[in-house]
């Protein structure tokens, strides 16, 4: 008897040892790839400039040295500082806030299916932009409201309205948050199309923010994303072992001293601050958020502990390398909401028919 524990002991050890290297080794390749994706995507574009003058540049600023650049030209530095390079990483930023968030909600909500869209966040920071954009073409009085806040604006309302809705007897289940996630974002839905209705000729406006692109964004961008999404990713990575614990079921939690609805809003708030974030800089980009996490449970299982950090650098990886794809290799710029959304659609059919059959 004590013989076969202990050969049952090591093989859950040995176990445990190969996912962990499995996910050492899945970290440093989606990390390399990301550095080799950013070496050539900051190289790719309309202007021709060479990677010399590219690494000159971005040196020369780092360093504070105008001298490194000195015989480049002006529109060259502009071009790769103040363009191609906020872009790039206001699309990596992106790209691992949407998909950390994905996660997180399919964890929480015990889901599959489950993202920002699930929640109405993305609706609601639709609507919020939708409504910026609409006063600042038809208001009386010349006004410039700024877009990015009312989307994170509309993004957290939804929030607190999915959250009011699904809250029964003081607690909230998942079924509740699914269910009032569905009931809002189709509310949001119809206000959006209101919007879009009585804009008139102007709806293009509306129209090409709903869409999803990272076309000129710029240093400003990436300031105020930047820290929210590193800061959250870093808060969900550190309470991941409580995430697991809740995503057993509240019954499991309890019986583990965890207190699963206190658990629950908290990583609810977290996803969603994140989810607006994104979205008020990037518009809707669909399928990151859904996609990522169940590439990486292929390879490395569903241990948030692992899973969150690979999916922030694969979310990234993905955006940046699609966004690289839709401004460089066709002779119109394509949103990259577009290209995520045509691609994804049939590769989550993919797995989800493949899964499927491993379970058959």
Not at 13 to 23: G, P
Not at 42 to 56: E, H, Q, R, Y
Not at 58 to 71: D, P
Request: with cysteine.
């Amino acid at each position: 008897m004590d013989n076969q524990l202990t050969t049952d002991k090591q093989k859950l050890f040995q176990i445990v040892k190969n996912k962990y290297w499995r996910a050492k080794i899945t970290g440093l390749v989606l990390f390399a790839l990301l550095l080799v994706t950013i070496l050539v995507s900051v190289n790719l574009g309309k202007a021709n400039i060479g990677v010399a003058d590219v690494v000159s540049i971005i040196t020369g600023k780092i360093a504070g040295n105008s001298q490194y650049y000195s015989h480049i030209n002006d529109a060259r530095v502009a071009i790769v500082w103040d363009v191609r390079l906020p872009r790039i990483l206001a699309a990596i930023v992106v790209g691992c806030g949407l998909a950390v968030s994905g996660a997180v909600f399919q964890a929480i909500l015990m889901n599959p299916l489950a993202d920002s869209y699930t929640m109405g966040v993305s609706s609601g920071a639709a609507f919020g932009a939708g409504i910026a954009i609409y006063l600042n073409i038809f208001a009386i009085i010349s006004s410039n409201l700024p877009v990015m806040i009312f989307a994170f604006g509309g993004a957290m309302l939804a929030l607190v309205i999915v959250l009011s809705i699904s809250r029964v007897g003081g607690y909230v289940t998942p079924a509740n948050l699914v269910i009032a996630g569905i009931i809002v974002s189709c509310v949001f839905s119809a206000a959006i199309t209101l919007v879009k209705s009585i804009s008139g000729e102007q709806v293009a406006a509306i129209v090409s923010w709903l869409i999803g692109s990272l076309s000129a964004r710029n240093w400003g961008h990436v300031a105020i994303s930047f820290p929210v999404v590193m800061i959250c990713s870093v808060f969900c990575c550190y309470y991941a072992e409580d995430l697991n614990i809740v995503s057993l079921g509240d019954r499991e939690a309890r019986s583990l001293g965890v207190n699963s609805n206190k658990i629950r809003n908290i990583f609810l708030v977290c996803g969603a601050f994140v989810t607006a974030v994104c979205v008020s800089i990037s518009g809707i980009i669909g399928f990151v958020g859904l996609i990522v996490p169940h590439m990486l449970r292929m390879i490395v299982g569903s241990d948030n502990k692992i899973l969150i950090p690979l999916c922030g650098l694969l979310g990234g990886l993905l955006l940046l390398f699609a966004d690289t794809f839709a401004r460089s290799f066709m002779n119109v710029e394509v949103p990259v909401g577009v290209l995520t959304t045509l691609l994804g659609g049939p590769f989550f059919f993919y797995i989800f028919r493949t899964r499927n059959k491993n379970i058959q």
